[in-house]
């Protein structure tokens, strides 16, 4: 499957969903987004036309705070993160733990950043 790459606004409307839109008639961003959404099987619809993300949304939300995360402390290495998003990037080694408070991010984690910009570059 080719990589689908998502728009602010259809990122939002997951996040809206998340946050307990319960249907795409009330929010605007997501009806808007809605149809693309359910094709790419990122939300269903429920019997009663409530909507609700699917593990692979979640998946999608869960990447998109990891990369902020990653970009946040390439700036600030004490910015504030997630305490799953540092399991996680703590996991994959992309941080590491400073002595003096924070996170800094290992060369795996600047390799990541700098691949990412780059596809963001390419389209």
Known sequence: ???QQLTIDE?????????????????????RN??????LKLIQ??????V??????????????CIAALQAL?????APIDADVVQFLG????????EEGGFTLTDKGRESLADI????GAR
């Open 91 to 98: 996991r994959k080694s992309h941080i590491a733990v400073r």
């Open 45 to 50: 619809y429920a019997r009663n036309g409530s």
């Open 34 to 39: 809605a149809k693309k959404l359910a094709g």
């Open 1 to 3: 499957m080719k990589d």
């Open 11 to 31: 990122l939002d409307a997951l996040e809206f969903i998340r946050r307990g839109a319960r249907t795409d008639r009330y929010n605007a961003c997501v009806g």
């Open 52 to 65: 609700a993300l699917t593990d692979k949304g979640a998946q999608e939300l869960f990447l998109r705070r």
């Open 74 to 78: 390439q700036a600030d290495p004490l």
């Open 117 to 120: 910009a780059g596809q963001h």
